[in-house]
């Protein structure tokens, strides 16, 4: 990052600092300094992409003692130019998370349940025929794999991503 762009980031900041100071009470979730850490190190690595970046990442344990640690950045205009064919795949992956029932066998799987039998055993899946067309679909987009007969898990790469889609319907 030049130094002419790091002097305009941190007047904008000494600014916002300025305003904050005059608030009583400042609301739980306001970004701070400190909370900017994320928006710092991306600004670093986007001072070459013109439309800007978008990151994620994180670093996640299971309960089962996974521990997975991942990131991605993408170029923002690179993900605005994409081709039809990447559209229609990009669908078909969220398409697989629009189902209430397909989220939660995520989260069971996450949390521990991995077998079919497992899933099968919990209220609220639906039948068996239903439960297997579920675990069809996430199988399918690769959200879920199969790690032995009627067994499941969140591949690797899947893990931190799909965190990342609960947090941001969440907020």
Known sequence: MDDARLD???QRLTVLEQELAGRTALPADLPTP???WLLRALAAEAAELPGG???YGGQVRLPGG????WQRTHGADELRAAEPDDDEARAGSLSALAHP???RLLREVLGGHTTTAALAALPGLGTTGQL???LRQL???GWLRTTGRGSY???PERVVPLHVVLAAVSA
């Not at 996974?66 to 640690?69: G, K, L, S």
């Open 8 to 10: 305009r980031i941190e």
């Open 34 to 36: 400190e909370r900017f």
């Open 53 to 55: 970046a978008i990151a």
């Open 66 to 69: 996974e521990e997975y640690a």
């Open 101 to 103: 029932v397909r989220l």
């Open 132 to 134: 297997h067309h579920h």
């Open 139 to 141: 199988t399918a987009t």
């Open 153 to 155: 898990a969140v591949p």
